[in-house]
């Protein structure tokens, strides 16, 4: 994907220069309009990692130092989100995996090093030692568990690298095993939100979340497990985690299959209408080449082709090339019942659709 891989690294330096240190999250007919770091309400939102993400992903595959100027401004940014406290859940891992701990991996920089720490402090202190569980959410969701939650525990195992200190993965295996319990379900689809009772850990709810029903199959969150075990199998060893990838990412295929190789917003949705969710592919090829890192022969290369094919169908379907837009992945969805961010432009599909373009050339930065 050669061709693909130079058209994003010229859309991302023009967005740069649009963009500059503005956090954007949603195109408006082909503009980011809104800054997430305007007012220190937006500032705690979740995506607003991505953005970085990205500068920090072309930085690496260019050199450009146009590209870690930008992102670096964007972190300096963020410590208003440190400072806030209120409203920080945790997704503190997508939000300082992407721009804190990516600059501590590329340039060395201590106090990038010290954000991501912070950040990762912040998360294991959700931990719940008597369910064995990170609760995702604030208010009154003490039991709340996120199938999502798997991409942001690698920001606990980063620290216990770190520092050498193992707490930090306790936690974050603690969490990726009661998730593979009670979100997987046995045919590899999985739920999004799981209830949980705060003192015992037992299952009370499973709601539908950003699904279309409870039992269905909300596309995203099965491209969050995708991924989320394989990530988690790279930084154990735990080959459990990797056999749940596996089923997740074989069901993920068996629907795609289905529908050109582009994901429905829920794989379980009715006929009509037709809701489509371009950013679930995006990062189930993220995990998908993934687990081919961990495989060999004709299964290594299995998972890679259908990596490939669902990138191609989103380029051919779903993406604007114009250089003067804003947003490349478009007909993204938030939520099934949710009309204002349905089919819209998401800034982090782009994330996810540039680090699986850039994983099949050999230039990932391997952030997560």
């Known amino acids: ?3 693909t891989c130079a058209k ?3 859309r991302f330096a023009a967005e740069r220069e649009r963009v500059g240190a503005r956090i954007p999250y949603i195109a408006e007919d082909h503009v980011y309009r809104k800054d997430m770091s305007a007012t ?3 500032l705690v939102w979740w995506t607003n990692g991505f953005w970085p993400g990205i500068l920090w992903q072309c930085y690496h595959a260019t050199g450009d130092d146009a590209f870690r100027e930008v992102a670096r401004a964007v972190e300096d940014k963020l410590d208003g989100a440190f400072e806030r406290y209120t409203g920080l859940h945790h997704d503190v891992g997508f939000m300082w995996l992407l721009s804190a701990v990516a600059d501590w991996r590329l340039t060395g920089n201590e106090r990038s090093q010290a954000r991501g720490l912070h950040a990762a402090h912040l998360l294991a202190g959700r931990y719940n030692p008597r369910g ?3 609760r995702s959410w604030n208010r009154d969701r003490a039991g709340w568990v996120i199938v999502d939650s798997m991409m942001n525990i690698p920001l606990l195992y980063w620290a216990s690298d770190t520092l050498g200190d193992p707490r930090f993965t306790y936690v974050a295996c603690d969490h990726a095993d009661t998730v593979m319990e009670k979100t997987v379900r046995a045919d590899g689809s999985c739920n999004h939100i799981i209830v949980l009772d705060p003192a015992s850990g037992d299952l009370l709810d499973t709601p539908a979340g950003q699904g279309c029903a409870p039992g269905s199959s909300w596309s995203r969150g099965q491209s969050w497990a995708v991924y989320g075990f394989a990530l988690s199998y790279r930084h154990t060893g ?5 056999d749940c990838a596996r089923r997740v990412g074989h069901y993920f295929v068996s629907q795609v299959a289905r529908t050109g190789n582009v994901a429905l917003l829920d794989f379980r949705q009715p006929e009509e209408p037709e809701y489509w969710d371009a950013l679930a592919g995006c990062i189930a090829a993220c995990g998908m080449l993934e687990i081919a890192r961990a ?3 004709a299964e290594r290369a299995s998972w890679v082709e259908w990596a490939v094919r669902i990138l191609r169908a989103t380029d051919e379907r779903f993406c604007d090339w114009d250089v003067t837009h804003d947003g490349v992945v478009q007909m993204c ?4 019942h949710s009309a204002h961010d349905r089919h819209v432009h998401m ?3 782009d994330y996810y659709f540039l680090e699986a373009v850039l994983r099949l050339e050999g230039k990932d930065a391997l952030l997560w």
């Not at 735990?238 to 990797?242: A, G, N, P, V």
């Open 1 to 3: 994907m050669d061709e």
């Open 8 to 10: 994003l690294l010229e």
């Open 40 to 42: 220190p309400e937006d």
């Open 132 to 134: 064995r569980f990170i």
């Open 238 to 242: 735990d080959r459990r985690y990797l």
């Open 295 to 297: 495989c060999e022969g």
């Open 333 to 336: 969805s938030g939520a099934y």
């Open 347 to 349: 800034c982090y599909a």
